[in-house]
């Protein structure tokens, strides 16, 4: 008789658990996830909701689909802002202290080259991610529209320092700037238009759009002028001077043989000479010296680099050394370089 009741219990217990199993509460979602349009009304909000098979992978996901609503150009924006942090790197210029072009160099805090973006996260039970990506139509309009009218400040004062400098590298620093600028306020302007049309009318932007800063800044870059002098005592065969043309063609600046009263003027030495030491190789040392002046004689900057290379051969000694020389002028990832020494002097300018 135990034994029955025993088996009887076993059996209960066992029904019991399977209709807990079957009939248990399911898991309760966020409201978001099946109906985001209740919880974030599109009267003021733009969302989305996206799932995946992990958290990062739906948040990713979710911002994505956040920036196609938006149209946003992120490859540009990404491409702007990185130019424009490294204009201000240096952070002497007012531009530099200027918050708001502080903020918008900023990329890690941008999602999908949006600001102001929120995103929620659940993860079920069964691993299925939901990601809930949003922004609030007023808050994020009225920052948008803050940072919108002041980069127009910014770019007006840019114009104005780089038309009383016109023809000069100080006005082609400044357009840059002021281009890097406008491509990312032409898309600011487009992300108010679908976050808040009213707040997008409502402002008006003196630079016009950034092709129109970009075809200033081209016209600018062309009627700068410089000079490449270049005496050796080395046959190198012109390297070293198309080396330096390089670095300020690829700017879209125009290089000449022959200065004018309006022209900047490179003027470099370099000179190659025996350094011997006790070893069966040929050594020699290298060493270059660079002076670009503008047109009334003032030196802008100056450049210098000396090294020692060494070959088995006198004639291929020479060549590493000439080769080693093209490297210190063109290579931008030499912080040391006639190329990043350029640069700076460029940034500097910046008021």
Known sequence: MKNYKKIFISAFLVFAIQAVSIYAAPEKLPK????????????????????????????SKAAGALASR???????????????????SGGKSSYAQNSSVSKQ??????????????????VSKDGTAYACARMNRKEAGTAYSNIIKENNNVITGLQKDAAANKGTFEAYECLAVATDIAVLTDNQLEIL?????????????????????????????????????????????GRIKKALQKVFTTRGFRTTDKPDSKSYILET???????????????????????????????????????????????????????????????????????????????????
Do not use: C
Request: net charge negative; glycine share 4%.
């Open 32 to 59: 978001w996830v099946d109906d985001y349009n209740s919880v974030y009304p599109d009267s003021d909000w733009v969302a989305v909701v996206e799932s995946a098979s992990s958290k990062q992978a739906a948040d």
């Open 70 to 88: 938006f149209k946003v150009d992120v490859a540009a924006t990404t491409q702007a802002a990185e130019s424009l942090s490294r204009a201000v």
């Open 105 to 122: 160099t900023d990329t890690s805090s941008n999602v999908s080259g949006l600001m102001g973006v929120t995103v929620d996260s659940f």
């Open 193 to 237: 238009s679908v976050l808040n049309p009213a707040m997008r009318d409502s402002i008006k932007v003196s630079y016009g759009n950034a092709n129109t800063l970009k075809k200033a800044a081209l016209d600018n870059t062309k009627s700068i002028v410089i000079s490449v002098q270049v005496e050796t005592n080395a046959d190198d065969s």
């Open 269 to 351: 030495m370099l000179r190659i000479t025996d350094a011997p030491i006790q070893n069966q190789n040929k050594f020699v040392r290298y060493e270059i010296t660079s002076a670009i002046s503008d047109s009334s004689g003032t030196e802008l900057f100056t450049f210098s680099a000396t090294g020692r290379e060494g070959h088995l051969n006198y004639t291929e000694a020479i060549e590493r050394a000439l080769r080693r020389v093209e490297s210190s002028i063109g290579d931008a990832d030499d912080e040391e370089s006639f190329t990043s020494v350029f640069n700076e002097y460029l940034v500097s300018l910046l008021k």
